[in-house]
């Protein structure tokens, strides 16, 4: 193919803006040059799966294990590393599965343990690792635990949990409030006591300071690793322990002077926690193999973040970086958001970058659908082992969940400020039929499909060259077999309006990405890095083979790989 050759002046009128590698503080090492391990989780990339969403296969309208089963030839084809599964123990659904009666067993609407024994082996049969939710900091208000802690003052277990007595007046201990609003406290009648609770009051809190707690869980982690799954994704872990003394939390009014915000410092990552973590790690490395600790750290601090490694890497091998979801679409600011991340890492330490979720609108609802590839690009090329959401390789957005139809909890305590969660956790559109393949045609799904069913679904997409999915498919597969890609070192080009760009290394391979966020359509002249680039990948266009580095137009939100020919720094 003829070069990329645009008379810059003429044609467009304009000069190339002439893009500089930035300082050396800004080169960051991939993890394996640090560290000896070359681990499976350091490069890997996993992938959340929503249970009850993503595959019914006996016909209740809710997703379950046989089902993600069945979709391993596709999550293979797509070319992901590892699931994570949420949550499918017993369990009255009050939090949809984040309320566990049971850590050693499988609710029946998700199927059996011999469900879960198949799907782990037929995974593995594919190359393909099992992460599991563990929920450790609150139980279901119907464990047994929980049944004889609430029995009387006086049950063995009653120190399970945490119990404190009311305020002279009958109030409670004091002021903390859940995640979903109101007082952190439940009265019980019976032993007229008040329990904590972070998240619902049908989720009591575990008293991590009893080392009977720590004891049986311990037990709960060895049930699955002896029976071969591939690590444990760590709910909520920042909270596990609480301030021994429960002090109130600070709280001050919001912007525009209205509700109280409470800081909830006093449950956040307490000094305590460390040692906990260290213990469960202990556990997890007591079993060969590798296995991976993953973890719901909540925090978005990097120097915080770096705390749930731990000290000597101990603690989380992977804690959760949610920050780019809180950082506005912007070259600048993502670039700024990156870069003391990667600076705030310990040495050694992968970082795990998380775009979406469970708990969070959709990228495509959040960024909107042009910027959709990018984000895809972004979150694959960075340095780090990523985690895609069910559905966003399809471009599944989010859906209005009309309130009769609603079923968080979350969604209905202020209906009109807040959706819940629901939106964002619609089935997983498989084709274009009325229950998008998820669950038959016949039967009720637990929530609605979306509308966009009939072009946003894989079959369709599959089948089409230019479809998200195979945009997917395309940079998972060119990741797999790059290993600029999976452990390069990654340096970050000097700030340029709209583009964020980085060089990723590893020996002679050289892939420099370039994220347009805006729709101008810049011309850089990066030929600092090389004279010539072959475009391996482009969201928006066929690009010719070589191109010309010393004038580089982007179209709108294109993003691109090239790989580096000779010359340059
Ligand atoms: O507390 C938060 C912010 O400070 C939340 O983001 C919190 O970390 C998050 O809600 C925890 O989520 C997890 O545990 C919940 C469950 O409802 C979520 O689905 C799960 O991801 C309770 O188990
Ligand atoms: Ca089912």
Not at 286 to 313: H, Q
Not at 494 to 503: F, I, K, M, S
Request: proline letters at 7%; charged letters at 20%.
């Amino acid at each position: 193919m003829p070069s990329l050759a645009i008379d810059c002046k003429t044609e467009m009128g304009r000069e190339p803006m002439l893009v500089h590698l930035d300082a050396d503080a800004q080169v960051f090492e991939a993890p394996t040059d640090a560290h000896p391990s070359t681990a499976w989780w350091r490069s890997a990339v996993f992938y959340e799966v929503y249970i009850r969403s993503f595959q019914d296969s006996n016909g209740d309208g809710i997703g379950d294990l046989r089902g993600i089963e069945q979709r391993l030839p596709y999550l293979q084809q797509l070319g992901v590393d590892a699931l994570w599964i949420t949550p499918f123990y017993p369990s009255p659904m009050a939090d949809f599965g984040y309320d566990v009666a049971d850590y050693t067993a499988v609710d029946p609407s998700f199927g059996t343990m011999a469900d879960f024994d198949r799907l782990l082996q037929a995974a593995h049969d594919r190359d393909i690792r099992i992460v599991i939710d563990m929920v450790l900091n609150h139980t279901s208000d119907a464990h047994p635990w929980f049944a004889e802690s609430r029995s009387s003052r006086t049950n063995p277990k009653r120190d399970w949990y945490i119990w404190r007595d009311a305020q002279p007046d009958g109030s409670p201990p004091n002021n903390w409030t859940t995640f979903f609003g109101g007082s952190a406290w439940a009265w019980d009648e019976t032993t007229q006591q008040y329990y904590l609770h972070l998240f619902l009051d049908r989720q009591p809190d575990l008293n991590w300071r009893n080392p009977e707690v720590i004891a049986a869980v311990d037990d709960v982690l060895r049930f699955w690793l002896d029976k071969g799954i591939d690590g444990f994704r760590l709910d909520a872990i920042n909270f596990l322990i609480k301030h021994a003394d429960f002090p109130d939390m600070p709280v001050v009014t919001n912007a525009t002077g209205g509700d109280l915000v409470q800081y909830h410092v006093h449950v956040n990552n307490q000094p305590e926690l460390h040692p906990l973590l260290q213990n469960v790690r202990r556990v997890l490395e007591s079993y060969p193999g590798e296995r991976v600790l993953i973890g719901e750290t909540g925090t978005l601090k990097a120097p915080e973040l770096a705390e749930f490694y731990g000290a000597d890497l101990d603690e989380i091998h992977l804690p959760m970086i949610v920050l780019p979801l809180h950082t506005p679409w912007q070259a600048a600011a993502m670039r700024q958001c990156l870069l003391e991340f990667y600076a705030g890492l310990p040495p050694g330490a992968t970082p795990h970058f998380v775009f979406s979720n469970h708990d969070d609108k959709r990228l495509i609802t959040r960024y909107g659908y042009e910027q959709h590839r990018s984000i895809a690009v972004l979150l694959l090329t960075l340095l780090g082992s990523p985690i895609l959401y069910y559905g966003d390789e399809i471009a599944m957005c989010d859906m209005f969940i009309p309130l009769e139809k609603r079923v968080d909890t979350a969604g209905l305590i202020d209906p009109d400020t807040y959706p819940g969660r629901d939106p964002n956790r619609t089935p997983m559109q498989w084709d274009a039929s009325q229950h998008a393949g998820f669950t038959p045609d016949t039967v009720e799904p637990w929530l609605p499909v979306n509308e966009n069913r009939s072009t946003i679904n894989v079959a369709v997409q599959a089948a089409a060259p230019d479809s998200t999915l195979t945009f997917y498919t395309t940079l998972l597969h060119l990741r797999r077999d790059s290993r600029a890609l999976r452990v390069g070192s990654i340096r970050f080009l000097e700030e340029t309006g709209d583009v964020l760009a980085y060089v990723r290394t590893f020996g002679d391979e050289r892939l420099l990405i370039a994220i347009n966020f805006g729709s101008g359509s810049p011309i850089l002249d990066l030929s600092e890095l090389a004279d010539q680039a072959h475009c391996v990948l482009s969201s928006t266009l066929q690009r010719p083979d070589a191109v010309a580095l010393a004038a580089v137009a982007l179209n709108a939100y294109e993003s691109v790989v090239f790989k580096l020919g000779a010359g340059g720094t």
